[in-house]
């Protein structure tokens, strides 16, 4: 949702509380500023792949996990994740008097796996 969206919704709200009545009334920066954070509403970045989750089929799924699972020692039950580790990638904001130049990411990186057994 943009803050445009917020403002023309809030129009619309307006029109069909109090009709066509000539309103000067404008929905400004100022004013979706300040709905903003009455709400508590800001602004996040999205990222990774939570969104494609379904509950559901995990709840359902789970006691067969556990069912099989029961059948080893927890010696022989192991937890492993990788992640990619950008080591020449600059940060997205910086400190500056002036406008910093952008550059194509480098997209250069290694693999990190990480693995744990159950029993710690």
Not at 22 to 27: R, S, W
Not at 41 to 51: A, C, K, L, M, P
Not at 78 to 91: I, P, S, V
Request: proline content about 1%; hydrophobic content about 40%; some cysteine.
């Amino acid at each position: 949702m943009t803050g445009e969206m917020i403002q023309t919704k809030a129009k619309e709200f307006l029109k069909k509380m109090y009709g066509d009545a000539n309103f000067e009334f404008n929905f400004s920066i100022g004013w979706l500023e300040r709905f903003k954070a009455r709400l508590e509403i800001n602004s996040y970045r999205r990222f990774g792949e939570s969104g494609l989750i379904v509950m559901e089929n995990i709840e359902d799924a789970l006691p067969q996990i556990r069912a099989k699972l029961e059948n080893f020692d927890w010696r022989d039950i192991y937890n492993m994740d990788e992640k990619g580790l950008f080591y020449h990638l600059q940060a997205y904001y910086a400190l500056a008097t002036k406008q910093l130049e952008g550059r194509k990411k480098d997209k250069e990186r290694h693999i990190v796996m990480v693995c744990c057994n159950d029993d710690g």
